[in-house]
């Protein structure tokens, strides 16, 4: 099972409707907005993404976290260079 | 909200949590630019198997403010900067007869476009303080990148737009909607630097702001 985490070196602003993060050493700047910093936030490289998957679901009433597909919101935050998994 | 998520964080990191979950559940949404030209590179969320897209809707004209402005104050770097550097980007309509800015088609206030207005083109100008140096501004709808200007005043035509932002006129509903964010890129004292802002309807009568003053 892998077990994502966040990448050292991120700089996290809150910015308006969103997030920025800063890779100062890529020169790279990502826009997130909140449950993509949500997902982000939870890789801390002890939870796994199926453990990830369900916070999040639960984690809104009325069931709204289940338009959170996080299995490829993960896949998109490692092409970004934003997370990596401990195996 | 679901207790559970916050007793397994950090007590430094709740508050935090707390406040994303407060803006609500939406299908997430990640762009990454590069610093130099803010180039969209990777991971947008409009690629392929994206669960984020925009519902384009038959292009009936535009309706609305034709004027927007973004007030914009440093997102990104340059720690200790504070709100020395700053700036604005100012959106227009351009109508469609002349490639001009819309005078002809506005209403008593001159800010409104009419029923059945087409966009052909949507001005920008930035202005920055003095000092720095201007690199790239990019207009963000939902976090989405729709269009790039490497320049200070610039006109921007429907082809130079995202394509799947369908048309000027949509961009336009959008900033309207207050869905608009405007991304600049700079070099200030050696460092590259990220301000942004909301975009807004302009209100009446404002001009470019002295920002060094």
Same mark, same amino acid.
């Given at each position: 099972m892998a077990f994502p985490r966040h990448i050292d070196g991120v700089e996290l602003e809150a910015a308006d409707e969103g997030y920025i993060l800063h890779q100062a050493d890529l020169d790279l700047v990502h826009y997130l907005n909140p449950p993509a910093v949500l997902v982000w936030e939870l890789c801390d490289g002890r939870r796994s993404g199926e453990e990830i998957a369900e916070l999040v679901t639960r !984690?809104?009433?009325? /069931? !709204? /976290?289940?338009?959170?597909a996080v299995p490829d919101t993960l896949a998109r935050l490692s092409e970004a260079g934003l997370i990596e998994y401990l195996s | 909200m679901n207790d559970t998520l916050l007793e397994q964080l950090p007590p430094n990191r709740r508050d935090f949590v707390k406040r994303l979950l407060a803006a609500g559940a939406a299908a997430p949404v990640i762009a990454t630019f590069t610093l130099d030209a803010l180039t969209q590179t990777v991971s947008s969320s409009l690629s392929a198997g994206s669960s984020y897209s925009i519902a384009c809707q038959p292009d009936l004209g535009y309706v609305g403010p034709t004027r927007f402005t973004a007030h914009l104050t440093l997102a990104s770097g340059g720690r200790g900067f504070g709100d020395s550097v700053n700036g604005e980007v100012r959106l227009e309509l351009v109508n469609e007869r002349d490639g001009h800015d819309d005078h002809g088609k506005q209403d008593d206030h001159g800010k409104h476009a009419k029923s059945g207005d087409q966009a052909s083109g949507i001005r920008v100008q930035v202005k920055l303080v003095d000092g720095v140096t201007f690199a790239s501004c990019t207009l963000l709808i939902q976090g989405v990148p729709a269009a790039t200007t490497n320049d200070t005043d610039a006109v921007l035509a429907a082809t130079d737009l995202n394509p799947s932002f369908c048309n000027l006129d949509f961009l336009l509903h959008s900033l309207a909607a207050g869905s608009g964010v405007a991304l600049v890129t700079l070099n200030y004292l050696s460092q590259q630097l990220v301000l942004s802002g909301p975009i807004t309807p302009s209100a009446p009568g404002s001009d470019i702001r002295d920002l060094n003053s």
């Open positions: !984690a809104y009433a009325s /069931g !709204a /976290g289940a338009m959170i | -």
